[in-house]
């Protein structure tokens, strides 16, 4: 029985795999776990049966076994503890792996998701002109800091793992995304990322989804 995801009916992103089954997609591409996606309207994630699943009335979801995780970061590393290829085997490396993970979605991830709220729902506020230099600021400094730690290095730390998954999928969102070209190292980290194979087949795989529902 494969592993199943909860993924968007119609996804807002509109196929650009921005939405956060991409990253689970990802991780098992990754580790060649074949898995089944079952679809969701934004109705269906509000009703009892997905918030029994995720109490957020979010995707995505993750179901093996007998066992039922939300939260794309976990739902990753779930994939990455049962499957070789994402995680090191030195107990050190490991750590420092997972470490990235949450710095990814804990400190580089909130300026660029409070960048892009404020411009998907304050357009029309009176402060919002005034809001945008700080909301930039913020995501500049976290982008500039990655791009020192990188230096000219292929992946974060050793050979691509979890870490690199999970901060790639940050700098992809587009309040990150239009800055990268004032950081060529990012801009070329992501780029190989989605040069790989595994991103390739999880890409190709959601941008289906969305072009079927539109073809609907
Ligand atoms: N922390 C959770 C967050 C999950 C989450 O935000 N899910 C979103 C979809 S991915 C977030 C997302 C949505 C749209 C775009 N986009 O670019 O259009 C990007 C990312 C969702 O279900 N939203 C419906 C709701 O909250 O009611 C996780 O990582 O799993």
């Known amino acids: 029985m494969n592993p199943i995801l909860t993924a968007f009916k119609t996804s807002p992103d509109r196929g650009r795999g921005l939405a956060r089954d991409m990253p689970a997609r990802w991780a098992l591409e990754e580790v060649g776990q074949p898995y089944d996606v079952r679809l969701v309207t934004f109705a269906e994630m509000k009703e009892p049966a997905h918030k029994a699943l995720q109490p957020f009335g979010q995707i995505p979801t993750y179901e093996a076994d ?31 792996a997972i470490a990235w993970m949450f710095a990814a979605v804990s400190t580089v991830q909130p300026p660029i998701v409070e960048r892009e709220r404020a411009f998907l729902l304050e357009r029309d506020k009176p402060w919002f002109d005034a809001r945008q230099p700080a909301l930039e600021q913020e995501v500049r400094r976290r982008l500039e800091d990655l791009s020192d730690r990188l230096g000219d290095a292929e992946w974060l730390d050793g050979p691509f793992s979890v870490g690199d998954l999970m901060t790639v999928t940050v700098l992809r969102r587009p309040a990150g995304a239009n800055l990268l070209a004032d950081y060529p190292n990012l801009a070329a980290y992501v780029a190989r990322a989605e040069a790989r194979p595994a991103f390739q087949r999880a890409y190709a795989d959601q941008l289906a989804v969305f072009e079927a529902a539109s073809a609907g």
Not at 77 to 87: T, V
């Open 66 to 96: 007998g066992l039922v995780l939300f939260e794309s970061g976990a739902i990753v590393l779930h994939i990455a503890e049962r499957h070789p290829g994402l995680l090191p085997t030195d107990a050190d490396a490991r750590a420092r």
